[in-house]
């Protein structure tokens, strides 16, 4: 079964601190998939980043970063010197092959960046 | 704005009542999904359609049912409806049937009284 688990469902900074969402899933799986999504307030989903198993290259974006690592199941996601407009629910996903591309999420984490 | 459009965006009905809800994917995206994010299910796939066929299903109820039309355009039919479907209920599009980034239109949501 796949599983995407964000320990994390509610964190609060104060603007311009650094802030890690956490995302542990499982699959049995080699070829696999994960994802992050934005949900503001307005409660559009924004795509993020995609990231597939075989590529453990960290990504950064802007104040974004994204942390991979299969050997602990993880793939976290950071943001440097928050600011009030990343206030929204966080969520990570899964798909993996045989799944053809349907997501699996986790159960967001709610951040709240205080002024 | 993802480009994916969804009407209406808000829907008041009441129990026993039929619902259709409309999904316009992105220019040449060929895949629909639609998924419900509820707050005790959180946010659940619901099913898949690429250029007209269905691809995959997820926790769809029987009372559910969707349809991706020629134009690519997609229909979910929710009927007989209980105050437990009261949900956001999202279409995405991607552009192939595997493993693409999905991008989200900005969501039906669903009151049943």
């Known amino acids: 079964a796949q599983k995407v688990t964000q320990a994390q469902t509610e964190i609060s900074v104060v603007e311009k601190e650094d802030v890690t969402l956490d995302c542990v899933y499982e699959?049995?799986?080699?070829?696999?998939?994960l994802f992050w999504y934005k949900q503001p307030p307005s409660g559009e989903l924004v795509f993020l980043i995609r990231?597939?198993?075989?590529?453990?290259q960290n990504e950064i974006s802007g104040r974004y970063s994204w942390n991979f690592q299969k050997s602990t199941s993880s793939f976290n996601f950071t943001i440097t010197a928050s600011q009030v407009v990343d206030s929204a629910v966080y969520f990570c996903?899964?798909?993996?092959?045989?799944?053809?591309?349907?997501?699996?999420f986790g159960g967001g984490t709610r951040l709240m960046v205080k002024p | 704005d993802s480009g994916v459009t969804q009407t209406p965006k808000h829907l008041i009905t009441a129990t026993g009542q039929r619902v259709t809800l409309r999904c316009s994917p992105r220019?040449?995206?060929?895949?629909v999904y639609w998924y419900q994010q509820s707050l005790d299910q959180g946010l659940q796939f619901l099913i898949q359609?690429?250029?007209?066929?269905?691809?995959a299903k997820g926790n769809i109820l029987e009372r559910f049912s969707a349809q991706q039309f020629p134009d690519l355009h997609s229909e979910l039919n929710l009927s007989s409806l209980e105050l437990g479907d009261s949900a956001l209920y999202f279409c995405?599009?991607?552009?192939?049937?595997?493993?693409?980034?999905?991008?989200f239109g900005p969501g039906t949501r669903l009151t049943v009284t």
């Open positions: 359609y690429y250029n007209g066929e269905e691809r």
């Open positions: 699959t049995r799986d080699t070829t696999y998939y």
């Open positions: 990231r597939n198993s075989f590529d453990e």
């Open positions: 995405a599009s991607s552009v192939g049937f595997e493993s693409y980034e999905q991008y």
């Open positions: 220019s040449g995206d060929l895949s």
């Open positions: 996903a899964l798909t993996y092959g045989r799944a053809g591309n349907m997501l699996t």
